[in-house]
Nanobody, 124 residues
């Protein structure tokens, strides 16, 4: 398994932007599909975005499509989530995850490595 550490969360105003980063340990980062998920208080963890091994293909939840961008830098063992036009409903703990299956997987159970999470709070 790969070890993941998220950073970049914080407080933003509605309409603002934040950029999350997730750094992975080891030399096998490029062999993992990477994803971002989020979990709001009292809710289940939900899919946000995933990216293929090469970074050429991405997949987004409808709720973030057009506002969020996932990307990866395999040379730096890092995956990013650029979040623009933030809304109060984006408030959640954001987790990055690594998996070995096809990148268009929305189920958290399909990912076997997780970071500790980073809090994103959007004020209205």
């Amino acid at each position: 398994q790969v070890q993941l550490v998220e950073s970049g969360g914080g407080l933003a105003q509605a309409g603002g932007s934040l950029r999350l980063s997730c750094a992975a340990s080891g030399r096998t980062f490029g062999t993992y599909v990477m994803g971002w998920f989020r979990q709001a208080p009292g809710k289940e963890r939900e899919f946000v975005a995933t990216i293929s091994l090469s970074g050429n293909s991405t997949y987004y939840a409808d709720s973030v499509k057009g506002r969020f961008t996932i990307s990866r830098d395999n040379a730096k063992n890092t995956v990013y989530l650029q979040m623009n036009s933030l809304k109060p409903e984006d408030t959640a703990v954001y987790y990055c995850a690594a998996g070995r299956l096809y990148y268009r997987r929305r189920d958290p159970n399909d990912y076997n490595s997780w970071g500790q999470g980073t809090q994103v709070t959007v004020s209205s």
